[in-house]
């Protein structure tokens, strides 16, 4: 199984993860644009199981437009979130793209709230699109 690292800015708050991602994707509601500070955000999601966690976070749980709840962990000195937990996905770790600084990291096989999209966006054409 490959490793991969996961890091925030400054380093602090760090993750390996062994194994492949079950899922990566895009999304485009108006709390994910917020919370990455871009037009979307793009997270991997793994199993709890292969990835291990180092250092001190700060958690903030967000309620999604459905109802349910993610714990965003983010760094409490430079403040970059490293990873986030979903309820009813408790097997699961999810962690934005960019905390890998990997520009070979796997292109996004879903992409989410595409009404949200902002208009010069192209999600993958081959990606699983939903409204």
């Not at 437009?65 to 009813?88: I, K, L, M, N, Q």
Request: net charge negative; charged share 20%; proline share 8%.
């Amino acid at each position: 199984m490959p490793t991969k690292n996961a890091a925030c800015t400054c380093g602090e708050l760090s993750a390996q993860v062994s194994g492949e991602p079950v899922r990566i994707s895009i999304c485009h509601c108006l709390n994910c644009q917020r919370r990455s500070g871009g037009p979307f955000a793009e997270q991997a999601r793994f199993a709890r199981a292969d990835v291990t966690v180092a250092g001190v976070s700060t958690a903030y749980v967000l309620t999604g437009d459905e109802g349910s709840r993610s714990t965003f962990h983010f760094c409490p000195r430079c403040g970059a979130t490293v990873y986030y937990t979903s309820e009813g996905l408790e097997d699961f770790i999810t962690m934005p793209v960019g905390v890998f600084a990997d520009p070979d990291f796997p292109a996004p096989q879903v992409s989410v709230y595409e009404q949200r999209m902002h208009k010069w966006v192209t999600p993958p054409a081959d990606a699983q699109h939903y409204r």
